[in-house]
C-alpha cells in the first residue's frame, strides 16, 4: 500500500498514509483488508499485537478444521517479503 522513494515511504509509513488501490486490492477480502489495516495502525494502542494478530478471524479462517493451511497468492507473498526487507521499523 506504499509508494514513492524510500524516504517517502518512511515518511507515510510513519504518518499511517497509505494507499490500497483497488486493482489490487478488490479481490481481497474484507477480513484480510481489515488485518492489514488493524497492522498499519500507527498508534499501538491500537495496533494488532501477536497475539490479537494470530486471534484475528481472518487468520483464523486460514486454516481448516483439520489444521491445514490454505494457500496464499503468491504476489501477496512478494508483496509482504519486499515491504519486510524495505521497513525500518
Do not use: C
Amino acid at each position: 500500500p506504499f509508494s514513492g522513494s524510500q524516504a517517502i515511504q518512511s515518511k507515510h509509513i510513519s504518518e499511517g498514509r497509505y494507499n490500497m488501490k483497488p486493482e489490487k486490492w478488490s479481490k481481497v477480502s474484507k477480513e484480510a483488508v481489515h488485518f492489514t489495516q488493524s497492522l498499519l495502525q500507527v498508534n499501538p494502542e491500537r495496533r494488532l499485537n501477536t497475539q490479537t494478530a494470530l486471534d484475528h478471524p481472518w487468520i483464523k479462517k486460514r486454516h481448516k478444521k483439520d489444521g491445514a493451511s490454505q494457500e496464499v497468492d503468491l504476489p501477496v507473498v512478494d508483496a509482504l517479503r519486499q515491504f519486510g526487507q524495505a521497513s525500518k521499523f
